[in-house]
């Protein structure tokens, strides 16, 4: 009986109706007539009430729901949730469907009204866009069902509850992935079209054709075959690329929702799915204060999964980031010469200057990429209209920060340390093609 009750609810419908009477016996007070009508009604709505009840409730198992849930979710991308209604009355069902969604989430408004015809099933999915990795908790599935009367709901809640891991987005990470076969990356201005060299590993001898570099051409095959022939050059395989991402406080600064560590954790698995694909080696650092997580390169493609495990334990350290740590570490544990991409932000040139002299270390034995992020909340302020002193004093300030990053650029090339400056959301894109450029090249 207790469940009974608990599973009982009713409409807004049998409140409205309610009033009405109530109203109608007000006014038979003046106007006698209207008194047994009200009672009429109510005699009526008691009635449906009660055959609304039983037809509802004869079924006991007139309604399942089941949501599907994948084992992992990708960071800051939208992921589907399928729900499937079925259902087992022999008379169409009007259903209120409420999902306890995860509290970080913070959605408490979540209702579906979904119509489900007699003896049948209906699909359908809502999508959620997680911002922070980590493991979130499902609840429970409430469906609540009514018959076309409108006047009681009957409460169905299926104990559903499931957690789901929130992994380094693996949607963008497939998104790119194609993107390393050669002759797709120039219809997505992902690859340098100008090759400033290119690398000595040989491939093989074809026939020449308009476009081919006439440095190549093999003289001796040129008069075995009658025909021009020419050398054909592949990238360099097999060499040694580590994503290392600054963990401090400085990358904990938001943009649309995702702090830099997120974007930078995004890119670093995205990336690393890449190089492998090109068939080099791949590796991850990460430090703050101290050296957190190393995997050492390597070229299986199965590594993925590693660094993907990896990418989703980083916790940004409030703390400020030792690059003299990281040089060191570097210097003992990294032995052959590589390709180090490093993730950070510098929001002072004053902030770079003390980590240069460790910057230039790096870059001594190894090719450096600095990767750091515009700020580009800023850029909605220095284009604004001014109507005041206090908008000019406050865009003048804005001007000097974004001149700042431009002057960080200049400082770290005039060492020999390549640099990317970027705005969060091309992270991945600018450093894919940082990372192209740099193969074309033959710099490595």
């Not at 007139?62 to 979710?73: D, H, M, S």
């Amino acid at each position: 009986m207790i469940k009974f009750y608990k599973s009982l609810y009713l409409t807004s419908r049998v409140f409205y109706i309610l009033a009405s009477i109530a109203v109608l016996f007000l006014v038979s007070y003046w106007f006698r007539p209207l008194y047994p009508i009200a009672w009429l009604l109510v005699w009526g709505l008691l009635i449906l009430f009660l055959f609304d009840t039983v037809i509802l409730y004869t079924n006991k198992q007139g309604i399942k729901a089941n949501r599907i849930v994948p084992e992992k979710f990708s960071n800051s991308d939208h992921n589907a949730v399928p729900i499937r209604i079925q259902n087992r009355y022999s008379f169409t069902v009007h259903t209120e469907i409420i999902d306890e969604i995860p509290i970080q989430f913070q959605k408490r408004d979540f209702l579906k009204n979904i119509t489900v015809p007699p003896k049948s099933a209906v699909d359908f999915q809502y999508s959620l866009r997680p911002v922070e990795r980590g493991e979130y908790i499902f609840g429970s599935l409430h469906v609540y069902t009514m018959t076309k009367v409108y006047l009681v709901k009957r409460r169905y809640s299926f104990d559903t509850a499931a957690m789901v891991k929130i992994y380094p987005s693996f949607i963008q990470m497939k998104k790119y992935d194609f993107l390393a076969i050669d002759n797709k990356l120039t219809l997505f201005g992902l690859k340098k079209i100008r090759r400033i060299g290119h690398t000595m590993e040989f491939e093989q001898i074809k026939e020449y054709v308009n476009g081919d570099d006439i440095r190549t051409i093999n003289w001796k095959a040129t008069a075995k075959h009658g025909n021009l022939m020419v050398n054909q050059f592949q990238d360099e395989k097999s060499q040694p690329i580590y994503s290392i991402i600054d963990a401090s406080r400085v990358m904990k600064m938001p943009f649309n929702e995702l702090s830099l560590l997120d974007y930078a954790i995004n890119s670093c698995l995205a990336f690393s799915n890449i190089a492998l694909k090109k068939h080099d080696k791949v590796g991850m650092l990460t430090f703050s204060d101290s050296v957190t997580n190393f995997l050492p390169s390597n070229g299986k493609k199965t590594y993925i999964n590693n660094i993907s495990e990896s990418l989703y334990n980083i916790k940004t350290q409030f703390m400020d980031s030792d690059f003299g740590l990281l040089y060191g570490h570097v210097k003992r544990y990294i032995n052959h010469r590589s390709l180090l991409l490093l993730y950070t932000n510098f929001e002072h040139i004053s902030a770079l200057k003390r980590q240069l002299p460790f910057l230039q270390a790096l870059a001594k034995k190894h090719v450096l990429v600095v990767i750091f992020f515009e700020n580009t909340e800023l850029n909605q302020l220095i284009y604004q209209k001014t109507e005041d002193v206090q908008a000019i004093y406050d865009q003048t300030i804005a001007q000097q920060f974004a001149y700042d990053k431009k002057i960080m650029i200049k400082e770290l090339q005039k060492h020999g340390i390549q640099t990317v400056l970027t705005a969060p959301e091309d992270l991945t894109v600018n450093t894919i093609n940082k990372y192209l450029e740099i193969k074309a090249r033959g710099i490595l």
